[in-house]
């Protein structure tokens, strides 16, 4: 854990503030998305989130372990559906859709402020 001590002054007071940070092991993936594509012979996704924007989409699937590619969906209404890494065959042209795809390496260190 680490502590970084911020000494602040409010109206001539000096107030000291203690932050924590805790050290977690975080997995470190990187997100391509391929505009007008979408995937073809998968089976139902594993979720699915009303979304307002490509990075919406993306976020979604970073954040979810099980997701390994999505599709943004935009006609009429947004949609973000996440799929699970062995539903993923192939890719086929599609308008109005965009294939995210995530390739996970290494694990890193990130800290969570306690």
């Known amino acids: ?3 970084i001590q911020e000494r602040t002054a409010l109206f001539g007071l000096f107030f000291l503030q203690t932050t924590c940070y ?5 997995r470190l993936c990187d997100m391509t998305s391929e505009p007008d594509m979408e ?3 998968t089976v139902q996704p594993i979720a699915w989130r009303s979304v307002q924007t490509l990075q919406d989409c993306e976020d979604s699937c970073q954040f979810y372990t099980d997701c390994a590619f999505a599709v943004f969906f935009v006609s009429p209404q947004i949609f973000c559906y996440l799929y699970a890494a062995e539903d993923f065959t192939d890719q086929v042209s599609s308008a109005g859709s965009t294939l995210i795809t995530k390739t996970c390496g290494q694990t890193g260190i990130g800290f969570f402020i306690t």
């Open 22 to 26: 805790v050290p977690v092991t975080v």
């Open 1 to 3: 854990m680490i502590e």
């Open 39 to 41: 995937a073809v012979d």
